[in-house]
């Protein structure tokens, strides 16, 4: 792509406010959580293998003509490594108005460290670099390459790319969260993209929107199950995932799929888990789909679980095993990731309509720890929308009288009245959730059944938006009007169609559209389509149906080639 002076315009300014923040892991790195004003979350620790690797690096405003940045240039003498060498793609995560991660993995079955080499740009043709730096990996972290790139300069879009051995990763396209006084945003959310149950056509169509500032994934990235003839596509290795590196195989097959390859090279991607990175229906303690007669101390299965969710994932981490973690976007959105799973949830009330199980206040969700941490969040903001990304329904969700799933808010009612008092603190709140296969616009009514008014909203604290699944099955049939008659609440349901949302963000007003594609069974089935849209006004804590989506902003800055 030419440089013009128009884009030479752009560039100096990012420059001229950038310094360098490379990141190595040799002996002067030091570890930390971020930068001044960046994330919250758990304190970091240095003994997480999954942990990005950072260190303060040398000044280079005086870069900013582009040609002489004093950079180290990548040198390799003699043959090239082979062509996989960068197998399983780059991605970023996490980003803040100065700091973003940077992620890659070396394809290789050699036992020992390698050298490796990153540069970022605030152009696809490098020309105008802000960071080069050469780092290390090793086979203790599979092979895979963190790094917490600081002291970047806000809204703005970077490309990096990676080498090692003489091969260059594909080039990445990453954007920092805004500066204060943005007024609009744009983020797509989805979930439960299971490899074995089809093709990952929502992330192509993802990927492929270059209007996105950041994308959301709220869990079920992978699946633990063993694979089964009846796969549409068969995941390695082929037993139930147990030890680490069954894990690690797991993602690798996953990150071998092409569309989930673009997306996370064209966005930011701010993840969470949910059940399925550790095992079916999992809580702190245990887990549906674990029995430890056969399978081994939970605690194991558990601990290898999410060291390789911190090797492969690009995310932030505070304390090893802690995700939940806060985000700001400038005054307009500070986003609060939950961790529901494995933190401090209370096994499942399975089989039981008992109200002394389902409101014993001792039963957790979050546990007291994340639930105070929620507390100060939300007692600390004065971004005008709170966004809350976490895994299970939220809203009460009956047939007839009886709640649908103990798995979400509604087998622990107690912890969700308390969400909903520390939600009313805030104008603002919504909701966003995965795990259910399935497309849900609800408003958060403390008592729908009661004095909730579905015309107002009065006595709603907030509102909540669920997204269907990247594959993973919904429901045979739609059933949804059962839904829709017993939980006045409830707005708009779907429960057969696959995709993600859209949330288009301004200073009065949120615009949720679900989109849908074709039949992720059939390769050529990636068409997308419009299926709804709701609207939150300012204060209103009330969703209203919106007629069409709403346009994306033009010139959004280019995909990355
Ligand atoms: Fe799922």
Redesign the pocket.
């Known amino acids: 792509m030419p440089l013009t002076r128009r884009k030479l315009l752009h560039y100096a300014s990012a420059l001229s406010a950038a310094s360098v923040g490379g990141c190595s892991e040799d002996a002067s790195s030091s570890e930390g959580s971020g930068t001044d004003g960046g994330s919250t979350g758990p304190e970091p620790s240095s003994s997480s293998s999954g942990a990005p690797m950072t260190s303060t690096a040398v000044d280079e405003s005086s870069s900013s003509t582009g040609f002489d940045d004093g950079l180290p240039e990548y040198e390799w003498e003699g043959e090239p490594g082979p062509q996989t060498l960068f197998s399983h793609g780059v991605a970023s995560g996490d980003p803040l108005a100065d700091a973003v991660i940077l992620w890659t993995r070396v394809t290789t079955e050699e036992a020992g460290a390698l050298q490796a080499f990153f540069e970022v740009a605030v152009d696809p043709d490098f020309e105008m670099r802000v960071a080069a730096e050469y780092i290390e990996t090793s086979p203790e972290r599979d092979h895979t390459i963190k790094l917490d790139l600081q002291n970047l300069s806000p809204g703005t879009t970077y490309y990096y790319r990676f080498y090692t051995q003489g091969r260059v990763s594909p080039i990445g396209r990453t954007r920092t969260a805004p500066a204060d006084g943005v007024e609009r945003m744009r983020i797509a959310f989805c ?2 993209s ?1 490899y074995s149950g089809g093709y990952f056509h929502v992330y192509r169509r993802i990927a492929e929107r270059a209007d996105l500032d950041l994308v959301l994934h709220l ?2 990235y992978i ?1 633990e199950y063993a694979p089964s003839p009846a796969d549409v596509r068969q995941a390695e290795p082929p037993n139930e995932i147990l030890s680490l590196d069954d894990y690690r195989t797991r993602y690798a097959t996953y990150r071998t799929d092409l569309d989930l390859q673009e997306m996370h090279r064209q966005h930011p991607v701010v993840a969470v888990w ?1 059940d ?1 990175e550790s095992a079916n229906d999992s809580y702190e303690d245990g887990a549906q789909n674990h029995d430890p007669e056969f399978e081994g101390d939970w605690n194991d299965r558990k601990a290898a679980a999410q060291q390789a969710y911190a090797e492969w994932m690009p995310i932030r981490e505070g304390m090893p095993g802690l995700i939940y973690r806060a985000l700001p976007f400038s005054d307009l959105v500070q986003l609060v990731m939950l961790d529901t799973r494995l933190a401090g949830r209370d096994l499942q009330a399975d089989g039981t309509d008992d109200p002394e199980v389902l409101d014993d206040p001792e039963r957790q969700m979050l546990g007291m720890e994340q639930e105070a941490w929620v507390m100060e969040q939300l007692a600390s903001t004065d971004a005008q929308w709170v966004l809350v990304g976490q895994q299970v329904i939220m809203a009460e969700v009956l047939i007839g009288e009886n709640p649908i799933n103990p798995d979400q808010w509604d087998g622990y009612r107690t912890a969700r009245q308390r969400f909903y008092d520390m939600a009313e603190m805030v104008d603002n709140m919504v909701v966003l959730t ?2 259910i ?1 399935s497309s849900w616009a609800f408003d958060l009514a403390r008592d729908p059944q009661g004095d909730y008014d579905p015309e107002t909203g009065a006595g709603s604290v907030g509102v909540e938006f669920v997204t269907p ?1 990247v594959t ?1 099955a919904g429901f045979p049939t739609n059933a949804a009007n059962a839904a829709l008659i017993s939980n006045p609440h409830l707005h708009w349901a779907e429960l057969t169609q696959r995709g993600y949302v859209v949330l288009d963000i301004d200073t009065i007003r949120i615009e949720a559209s679900w989109w849908w594609v074709e039949d992720v069974e059939n390769p050529a089935g990636d068409e997308e389509r419009f299926a709804s849209a709701w609207v939150l006004e300012d204060a209103t804590r009330h969703l209203v149906e919106a007629t069409e989506p709403t346009e994306p902003p033009a010139d959004p800055p280019p995909l990355a080639p």
Request: include cysteine.
């Open positions: 979930s439960c299971n869990g079920d699946y949910d399925h995965g795990d296969h699944a993973s």
